[in-house]
């Protein structure tokens, strides 16, 4: 869920606790003013009853009762009632009307505000304004009609709360989704850049904070392409002093191990040939010399064919990678096949040969950890994208403890290029994918 999302609930959630808030506020201050009125009933019935004692001389009126009676009513608060006795009146209980405050609570109303709110409690008053005016008063408020009095407020802070809610939630809703706008191409940026998309630009807009964090973001992405790069042309560098340290060692190996086997041999074959008709052991033992420096030889142009690329700029990468794959056919009787169909000439030298060193790894690596019956290579390209799979059933792993300089060296010549590498487990063997991009594309003389 999105932050604009995420603020805009939060949103709705806040304006439904504040309108329930008010709505129970409205009720509580229903019960709270029918409390006022109990007590303002109390003093003023009390008042009525204390001056009745000028009345005194008629107190055997038999209207007297009747009267102090209208006297109180017109006194008291509607829904209000009072118990009192004075004098010779005996008690008497009145109570005054409510319809003002409309048609009575539901039900269902009157039982959940009760619930949250205690209803007025009575009170009592007792006093004398003679000898002979004693009274005693209680006032008390109809329980139904406080709960029809909290209901006509709700009811009125209900049209308020959500005409003031909907206005709220409207404009609110609308400020987020515009003031956020940007955070979206923030995030994009970001999510970019963490996929390695250093090309990644953010326009500023929106509010200053958000203008500036897009500022910072394309910052980053500069510093960290300019990184990359530099990354990149050390990675070159190493690998190109990796390349003539192998040339060196190749003709190192040719010059003075090459030639030293091959002294060997003329030796060996020099024994086995002067050797004494009688002396059979020494033609033999300088056979299995001679025959042992064979095989030495062998090795040893197996890995001057490792050490030395082959020349490119003439053989082609494409034709260069059959060779390489056909002595590995012929030595370990293994299958290798090789689909190609990039345009050679838009592939400058370096590319050529990180490729070929790449795709030699990979088969070397599956034919010493494995057990493969065929290796399958694919060189794609597709528009400016080139993309290099090796795939094997040799069973090999990728378990972190068997991967060692060959996988790294894979990963330095791939970030060398400026491409992607992914290698998986399948089911069979190993598969290993290098992309390189457009940009690294086309840079022949």
């Not at 407020?153 to 400020?175: D, N, S």
């Not at 970019?192 to 964090?213: H, M, Q, Y």
């Not at 010059?255 to 086995?272: K, N, V």
């Amino acid at each position: 869920m999105s932050l604009r999302i995420r603020l805009v609930v939060t949103l709705w959630l806040v304006t439904l606790l504040a309108g329930a808030l008010t709505l129970g506020l409205a009720a509580g201050d229903a019960y709270k003013s029918a409390r006022n009125d109990t007590q303002r009933t109390l003093v003023r019935a009390s008042y009525v009853l204390e001056r009745n004692y000028h009345m005194e001389p008629r107190m055997g009126d038999p209207l007297y009762a009747e009267m102090t009676s209208i006297k109180l009513l017109s006194v008291m608060a509607p829904g209000s009632c009072i118990r009192y006795e004075q004098g010779l009146i005996t008690e008497r209980r009145l109570c005054a009307g409510w319809q003002v405050f409309g048609p009575i609570a539901p039900a269902w109303f009157r039982e959940t505000v009760e619930w949250f709110i205690k209803p007025p409690t009575p009170v009592l008053r007792t006093g004398s304004a003679s000898p002979n005016g004693a009274f005693r008063i209680e006032a008390s408020f109809d329980p139904v009609a406080a709960s029809t009095l909290a209901w006509q407020r709700t009811r009125l802070a209900l049209w308020q709360t959500l005409a003031m809610g909907a206005g709220v939630l409207l404009l609110g809703t609308i400020t987020i989704i515009w003031r956020l706008g940007p955070v979206r191409g923030i995030v994009s940026g970001l999510d970019r850049l963490s996929r390695g998309d250093l090309e990644t630009r953010v326009e500023p807009s929106g509010a200053r904070e958000f203008a500036r964090i897009a500022m910072a973001v394309n910052q980053l992405s500069d510093r960290l392409r300019a990184s990359a790069a530099q990354s990149r042309a050390l990675t070159r560098k190493l690998i190109e002093v990796e390349d003539v340290e192998r040339q060196q060692l190749a003709r190192d190996l040719h010059d003075e191990f090459g030639q030293t086997l091959t002294a060997t041999a003329a030796l060996a074959a020099s024994i086995s040939y002067a050797a004494a008709a009688d002396r059979p052991d020494i033609e033999r033992d300088a056979g299995a010399i001679g025959s042992n420096i064979r095989d030495m030889m062998e090795c040893l142009r197996g890995a001057f064919a490792r050490l030395r690329p082959p020349d490119l700029d003439d053989v082609g990468l494409a034709a260069s990678l059959r060779t390489m794959m056909a002595g590995w056919e012929a030595q370990r009787g293994v299958q290798l096949t090789l689909g190609c169909n990039v345009d050679e000439s838009a592939i400058h030298d370096a590319m050529a040969l990180d490729i070929y060193r790449i795709v030699q790894e990979c088969v070397t690596n599956a034919m010493r950890h494995g057990a493969p019956t065929y290796v399958d290579v694919s060189l794609q390209q597709s528009g400016a994208r080139i993309t290099l799979t090796v795939e094997d059933d040799g069973g090999g792993t990728l378990a972190p403890d068997t991967t060692g300089h060959g996988l790294l060296g894979i990963a330095e010549r791939t970030s060398a290029m400026g491409g992607t590498l992914n290698m998986q487990q399948t089911e069979d063997g190993v598969r290993v994918r290098v992309t390189v991009p457009g940009a690294i594309v086309g840079r022949a003389a």
